[in-house]
């Protein structure tokens, strides 16, 4: 039976979504590992979303909280808002809590990644602080550590991303994560999806 990773994000602009899709590549180049992408509701309404200037959603499917117990590993990705998740991410992890109330997600392994708008925007924050919504389920958080290897010490170029996972910055909305970040997203992707695959084997 394959190995199910779900790649569970919201994006607004896009930056997320797109390092998803790479992230989604990475892991699904693993043998035995079947990864899936899904978005998170959307809670704001399309004309607020009009006035922020947002771009349509992807075609992405939508998923809904109970779903998320048939993955055996998750990679969640967020914007940040003030150096925390987005509200939109924080909304669909607040309706979890029947399968909190269950543990139905304690011991599956989970990855973060992100997208902040300036250097000092919360790559690491953001991701430190979302660590406590995986702590109350009990999944266990697999950070990339320094394991992306030369790319992690990138100081010519402006990179996002840290040890705890992939990530890049969308200054004023017109930056697109460069090809070292989506690399770097792959490489997230692959690691953690063969993790996943080993804890349910040695399940």
Known sequence: MATKVYIVYYSMYGHVGRLAEEIKKGASSVEGVEATLWQVPETL??????????????????????????????????????????????????ATGGLWRTQQLAGKPAGIFYSTGSQGGGQETTALTAITQLVHHGMIFVPIGYTFGAGMFEMENIKGG??????????????????LELEQAFHQGKYIATITKKLKGAA
């Open 45 to 94: 309404s399309e004309d607020v979303l009009g006035k922020m200037s947002a771009p349509p959603k992807s075609d992405v499917a939508i998923i809904s909280p109970n779903e998320l117990a048939d993955a055996d590993g998750f990679i969640f990705g967020f914007p940040t808002r003030f150096g925390m998740m987005a509200a939109q991410f924080k909304a669909f992890l607040d």
């Open 162 to 179: 840290s040890p705890y996972g992939a990530g890049t910055f969308a200054g004023d909305g017109s930056r697109q994560p460069t090809q």
